[in-house]
């Protein structure tokens, strides 16, 4: 029987590693496993405040499983960006040196050294997350796709993506080798993260969108960087890939060797049912992300909830926002995806 017959439920009550992995391979758990991730600006900035923050609130939710919001600009850091941690909790830090400031500077960064602190120091997030957490909850570590972590490295402009585009194109060659050199340090802390007991890694890219970048754009700037990453790690069981934005060029990703898929419902994207049979894959949300969350009331929530239930009639589900949230979205709110995901009869 396919996985994706939505048949076969499990009556008996399993613990969260066996719920969420039951989801993966396409089959009904005893009750949906459910998530949601956030930053916290003002506590993502050493292992001890990340790892802190991130337990917190695994446990004030109860979540069934646990994706690390690694800071949100590390991933540029070692290779030397720096910015000014706000100390606040819905404001991001601010850029105070870029790792290039013109697109020529980007022949000097496949043979710059990185500087491999601001990785070590998610890795022992990690160690300290995986102490403070019970065994049973599976835990997945962010990863930026090659190119999205590339923007970065650019000036804080009102869209650097734009200008990092505009410099790949202009140079394939160049961009081979600038995409190459991040992604092998990026497959390489996948890995790390495995090793010290992630169950998989969460692989993000905000340029699936059509709006920015053109299929061959993918294909030339991010495919071939992305499966090195999704290779370093492909025995673990929790491999997650997040395509960030509206109208995504959401089969170019289908066939990417992940465990399930996380994207945004509505604005041209699939529907979870539809993402589903396309990729073959489990699904990741169903639930609206920032700002909609924030600004609904439990009641709508519930009844986003409740659709995506039926929809998938809770096989190869794991009920999430389609991408992170403010921190700032109302308790309420989280809870009343939570209670529909495990109260309601499917």
């Known amino acids: 029987m396919s996985p994706w017959s939505l048949e076969g439920a499990r009556e008996d009550a399993l613990d969260r590693r066996d719920r969420v992995l039951t989801a993966l391979r396409g089959e009904r758990p005893d009750r949906v496993p459910v998530s949601f ?11 001890t405040d990340l790892a802190s923050a991130t337990v917190s609130n695994a446990l004030r939710y109860d979540f069934d499983y646990i994706k690390v919001q690694s800071r949100f600009t590390v991933f540029a850091e070692s290779w030397g960006g720096r910015w000014r941690p706000s100390g606040q909790l819905v404001v991001a830090p601010a850029q105070l040196e870029p790792a290039i400031r013109h697109p020529s500077e980007l022949d000097a960064i496949a043979a710059r050294t990185p500087d491999l602190a601001p990785l070590d120091e998610q890795l022992e997030a990690l160690r300290l997350i995986k102490r ?23 000036p804080d402009t009102p869209d650097p993506r734009a200008a990092m585009l505009a410099a790949l194109r202009a140079d394939e060659a160049r961009a081979d080798r600038v995409l190459d050199a991040i992604g092998v340090v990026l497959a390489r ?37 992305d499966l090195k990453i999704l290779s370093a790690v492909e025995a673990a069981p929790f ?31 699939p529907g979870p049912r539809d ?17 909609e969350l924030g600004t609904m009331t439990p009641a709508a929530v519930a009844l986003e909830a409740i659709a995506v239930l039926r929809e998938t009639d809770g096989a190869g589900l794991l009920l999430a926002a389609g991408c992170s949230i403010d921190a700032s979205t109302p308790p309420a709110n989280l809870r009343a995806a939570i209670a529909e995901a495990r109260d309601r009869s499917l």
Request: hydrophobic share 40%; with cysteine.
């Open 189 to 225: 802390f996948a890995g790390d993260c495995i090793t010290q007991g992630a169950d998989g890694v969460f692989l993000a890219s905000n340029l699936a969108t059509s709006d920015l970048t053109t299929v061959d754009d993918l294909r030339n700037f991010e495919r071939p960087y």
């Open 275 to 291: 993402g589903q049979l396309r990729s073959g894959r489990a699904v990741v949300g169903g639930i609206s992300a920032k700002p």
């Open 132 to 154: 403070m957490l019970p065994d049973d909850r599976p835990v997945i570590m962010t990863v930026f796709s090659p190119l999205m972590a590339l923007q970065f490295f650019f």
């Open 37 to 47: 991730w956030w930053h916290d600006y003002a506590r993502e900035n050493s292992a």
């Open 239 to 269: 491999n997650m890939v997040h395509l960030c934005g509206y109208r995504t060029h959401f089969d170019e990703y289908a066939d990417y060797p992940a465990s399930c898929f996380s994207w945004a419902v509505g604005g041209g994207n």
